[in-house]
């Protein structure tokens, strides 16, 4: 008996005892908290929570295989199209461990508690953030994540476009519905500080981005879509430009990864850039160490060089790569620096969609000819080239 009532005492504060009072629970969570967990849910759609899962995922599959780098690291060969089971599996737990709970949390709390505006803009933020997921591997979990069941359903990749298009159509209009205004998130909205306005013109932007992937599976819906965004207005600016404002506490993960030399330059994004003497190279990549001269053109110093994608082992080895070619720009090799901000959609992109739509017969407002030029502008004037 003894034993009993002291079992029983020792429980009867098992929750308060064992509760930190210094931590958010969810029971805690109010409007002014609820700012803090929004801040990490972009946060964390972007850099996944931690440097490995955007690493393995990021920075060592897309970026290679958009080749805008290639390995020099003599073990690592995804930029041959060798998949790494291990390294993908650090992303996928990356996203759904960090990410996905913090965007369900957003968009359920402020659906409940009838906060209009910042659930439309996190429902947004879910089709941004969820988009890249299953264009990166197809079916995935979507609709049944965080069910709280062992097991979690995946949705086909045509079920989950089909809900993005409805979810960007619901949250449009009540953007729409709310021009002018201002989120109460505040400064925890790292992409717009609360504009209304500017979340309104990403959303279409990325409702075009989506419809012009669809557009050899769904042609119709498609152009119904695209011309759609481009009547509610997409982004034409540059100061209307969407980004993911990096800090210290939330640094852009290239700038600890480009400290390991595990990749450079590729020698496409050479030929093009030094084809065209772009002068935006000095904005994505650094001199080399030990430049090549012998292949620039006449009068022309070019003092940033690439490297073929696929080398093997023994050439990685032995060719001294890492000296040879071009790191990422000075500002992405600042060791405990916030970095640059990470870029989410911008006035260039939704020209390019514009004249590809265009090319289609869509209705996009212009011609294909006239968006390609602008958008060829527009970029060059966000990095200072203006004219």
């Not at 390995?71 to 998949?83: A, E, K, N, R, Y």
């Not at 291990?86 to 949390?105: E, T």
């Not at 949250?171 to 205004?181: M, P, T």
């Not at 390991?260 to 190279?281: C, N, Q, T």
Request: proline fraction near 4%.
């Amino acid at each position: 008996i003894h034993v009993l009532l002291f079992y029983s005492g020792c429980t009867d504060r098992f929750d308060e005892i064992n509760t930190n009072p210094k931590s958010i629970t969810v029971d805690g969570l109010d409007q002014a908290s609820y700012g803090l967990v929004v801040k990490k849910a972009f946060y964390s759609a972007v850099f996944y929570g931690d440097v490995m899962p955007f690493l393995r995922g990021h920075a060592a599959f897309t970026d290679l295989y958009a080749n805008y780098q290639a390995h020099t690291h003599p073990d690592f060969f995804s930029d041959s199209f060798v998949l790494n089971g291990a390294w993908l599996d650090v992303f996928f737990k990356g996203f759904y461990s960090n990410a996905a709970p913090q965007i369900k949390y957003v968009e359920d709390f402020a659906t409940q508690n009838n906060y209009a505006i910042e659930a439309a803009m996190m429902k947004v933020w879910k089709v941004y953030a969820y988009h890249k997921i299953t264009d990166f591997w197809g079916p995935i979990p979507y609709s049944s994540f965080g069910n709280g069941a062992k097991k979690v359903a995946y949705d086909s990749q045509e079920a989950i476009y089909q809900d993005f298009f409805n979810i960007l159509g619901e949250s449009i209009e009540v953007l729409k519905a709310n021009v002018g205004k201002t989120s109460f998130l505040g400064a925890n909205d790292v992409v717009y500080g609360g504009n209304v306005d500017q979340w309104l013109k990403l959303a279409n932007t990325l409702r075009l981005r989506l419809a012009m992937r669809v557009k050899y599976v769904a042609p119709e819906l498609a152009k119904m879509h695209a011309e759609q965004a481009v009547a509610d207005g997409v982004i034409e600016d540059n100061a209307d430009n969407g980004y993911v404002k990096s800090s210290i506490d939330w640094p852009n993960p290239y700038n600890t990864i480009t400290q390991w030399s595990d990749f450079r330059m590729s020698a496409d994004m050479e030929s093009m850039l030094k084809g065209y003497l772009d002068p935006r190279v000095a904005n994505y990549y650094s001199e080399a160490a030990q430049p090549d001269p012998t292949d620039d053109p006449t009068g022309v110093v070019f003092n940033y060089e690439g490297i073929r994608n696929g080398q093997s082992k023994s050439d990685k080895q032995g060719q001294g790569f890492n000296a040879k070619a071009s790191n990422m720009a000075p500002p992405y090799l600042m060791v405990g620096n916030k970095g640059p901000d990470w870029q989410l959609l911008r006035a260039a992109e939704a020209c390019f969609l514009r004249a590809e739509g265009a090319l289609e017969g869509w209705n996009m407002g212009g011609t294909a000819e006239e968006f390609y030029n602008k958008g060829i502008l527009m970029s060059l004037a966000e990095y200072g080239y203006a004219g």
